[in-house]
């Protein structure tokens, strides 16, 4: 049986080598482990572990890749003020999709670092964010009234 930091590796491994990567292949964390399907509670805190294990293994092998986690929000009707003040509102805002981990190559459009979405750092909710870029996106669809909001983490050549 593959342990945690095996399994993320492993999809690491295979989205570089396959080129997956640029489809967005991505590796939720209740595919890690089953146990975090349903309990919102560790998803945050485990997100982070996933993605500091595999931003560790990309830094190993001297990859020019950029480690992300994204943290989905609910989606809010209308456009609003929605701030979030705390971890606790942060996890009470967290969609019924768990986290997941993605790999883009460092020069890649879709990188966090381009992205030209609104922002905001966030890095008061989490701990110890030597390395890691946290982030805030809200971006607003027009044609259903609603607000799209993340948190991401993302690793690279800060």
């Known amino acids: ?3 945690k930091a095996e399994k993320v590796k492993s999809w690491a491994i295979e989205v570089i080598k396959n080129g997956s990567w640029k489809n967005y292949n991505d590796l939720h964390i209740d595919e890690i482990d089953k146990k ?7 998803w945050i805190s485990s997100g982070i572990i996933f993605f500091d294990i595999a931003k560790q293994f990309i830094e190993d092998k001297n990859l020019p890749f950029i480690v992300q986690l994204d943290i989905p929000l609910e989606i809010k009707v209308g456009r609003g003020n929605y701030v979030i003040e705390n971890i606790n509102e942060l996890e009470n805002e967290l969609s019924d999709t768990p986290p997941s981990l993605y790999l883009f190559h460092e020069d890649h459009e879709a990188s966090m670092r381009n992205q030209k979405a609104i922002m905001q750092i966030l ?3 989490i701990d110890n964010t030597k390395n890691r870029v946290v ?3 809200e971006s607003y669809d027009e044609e259903y009234d609603e607000v799209n909001r993340g948190v991401y983490l993302t690793s690279g050549n800060n």
């Open 1 to 3: 049986m593959r342990t």
């Open 135 to 137: 982030q805030y996106c």
């Open 36 to 42: 975090y399907k349903k309990n919102k509670k560790k």
């Open 123 to 125: 890095d008061n909710f």
